[in-house]
């Protein structure tokens, strides 16, 4: 998950709505539908846009060359090795997968023409990387009916029948990060906890959770807002420093991770740090800020890691270096796999159910519970609730496969079970 070099545009209300104005008129249009709309097609089975008799189209909006580069690699990977997969064991309901990618390089404008695009050809989305982007087409995802299954996990995209939140939202995250810094890491009431974050849905989200924290237990949060072109902490660390904080949350991205843990550990700031799943790449094992990584930082993330000894990460980590031997393995792996492996099942339900429509396909997503991919518990049942509550709590490890290990297994703090909206 190394970011590439920072996206220069600021993602700001104003530029998105004027994305969407320009881009309103193509959304409007007519689809071109690729199967009679609700009408009976191969095998019995009721199919509309992004279904033929012989292929079912899904869409993939990424990031291959912004902040976010290396996930957007690993993710769209996974999700081409689940494809090849599914379509050499015969495909799903007698049809192949096809799966259209565009890279929006973490860029608004790109972003929604990008949806603007696809849409009226697929029959969903396998992966949509930002959540602010994910955000500004919501209203259209829900006209649209195409189902989206996000590579973003802000509290926002929850309420949608049609984005569908894939683990814990990064407010319930950040809630099982703090809880393991007070449990785990020396963390009390009365101290000062930082907290360093982007502008925007990812970052606003996951300070909710460290407030809510703050308010539960006695802390005081002291906020350090950013910007994604903001790649030196070297400010932020002495801002903390002064103000005595006893540990950190980060809701950024990798290098931004890496600078605040190098520079806290150079200036003598030894506290525990905690990411957010986003804030972390095992690429950075591989910078100066490597040994104080592997000393002070910790990950909260949704799903077991794709190093861990369980059969479904095993698999993956071993189909997935056969397919990319030159690329390294990380968490994106995993994310990418899981929402196709979702998308697949509810694809699967729905042919059962005799119905490849979009409203078919979401209402077999619906009728999903307590369903297991290998790397967590799902529950699709709750538009208005993420799939899980559990996190994982990782750290890198350059001896562990895909440069993390786990420290704490998959749970749900008793705070994050309380909380409220």
Request: aromatic content about 6%; some cysteine; glycine content about 10%.
């Amino acid at each position: 998950m190394t970011p590439a070099r920072a996206n220069s545009r600021k993602v700001t209300a104003a530029a998105i709505a004027a994305v969407l104005a320009m881009a309103g008129a193509a959304g409007c249009s007519s689809k071109a539908k690729d199967g009679d709309s609700g009408k009976e097609g191969a095998g019995g089975v009721k199919t509309d846009v992004g279904v033929t008799d012989k292929t079912i189209k899904l869409g993939a909006l990424t990031d291959m060359t912004g902040v976010y580069a290396t996930l957007g690699k690993s993710v769209t990977q996974a999700q081409q090795l689940y494809v090849k997969q599914v379509n050499a064991d015969g495909g799903i309901c007698g049809r192949k997968l096809e799966l259209t990618v565009r890279d929006h390089g973490y860029d608004s404008q790109k972003a929604i023409s990008g949806y603007t695009e696809l849409e009226p050809d697929v029959l969903g989305f396998a992966q949509f990387i930002g959540s602010p982007y994910v955000a500004a087409v919501k209203q259209r995802i829900d006209k649209d009916k195409a189902l989206v299954m996000p590579q973003a996990w802000s509290a926002s995209l929850l309420g949608s029948d049609y984005i569908r939140v894939l683990g814990s939202t990064y407010d319930i995250e950040t809630i099982n990060a703090i809880d393991f810094l007070m449990k785990e890491k020396g963390l009390k009431k009365g101290d000062k906890l930082g907290h360093v974050y982007f502008e925007g849905d990812y970052g606003e989200n996951a300070l909710a959770g460290s407030k809510y924290m703050a308010e539960q237990n006695g802390l005081t949060v002291v906020e350090q807002k950013i910007k994604p072109t903001d790649n030196d902490m070297t400010a932020q660390v002495a801002a903390l420093k002064k103000a005595g904080v006893k540990a950190i949350v980060i809701s950024a991205g990798p290098r931004q991770a890496a600078s605040l843990v190098g520079v806290a550990a150079a200036t003598g700031l030894t506290v525990p740090i905690i990411g957010n799943n986003s804030a972390y790449a095992p690429q950075l094992l591989g910078t100066q800020a490597a040994p104080a990584l592997e000393k002070m930082y910790f990950i909260s993330t949704p799903a077991l890691p794709i190093g861990a000894d369980a059969e479904g990460p095993s698999k993956l980590a071993a189909d997935y270096a056969k397919a990319y031997p030159k690329d390294s393995l990380d968490n994106g792996v995993v994310a990418g796999w899981t929402a196709a492996m979702t998308m697949g099942e509810a694809l699967k339900k729905a042919c059962e159910a005799k119905d490849l429509t979009r409203e078919g396909v979401d209402k077999a997503l619906l009728g999903i519970k307590d369903w297991d991919a290998g790397f967590g518990i799902h529950d699709f049942t709750d538009p208005n609730a993420p799939s899980s509550l559990d996190s994982v709590i990782i750290k890198p490890d350059k001896a562990a496969k895909g440069g993390s290990s786990v420290v704490r297994e998959a749970e749900t703090s008793e705070a994050a079970k309380s909380f409220k909206r």
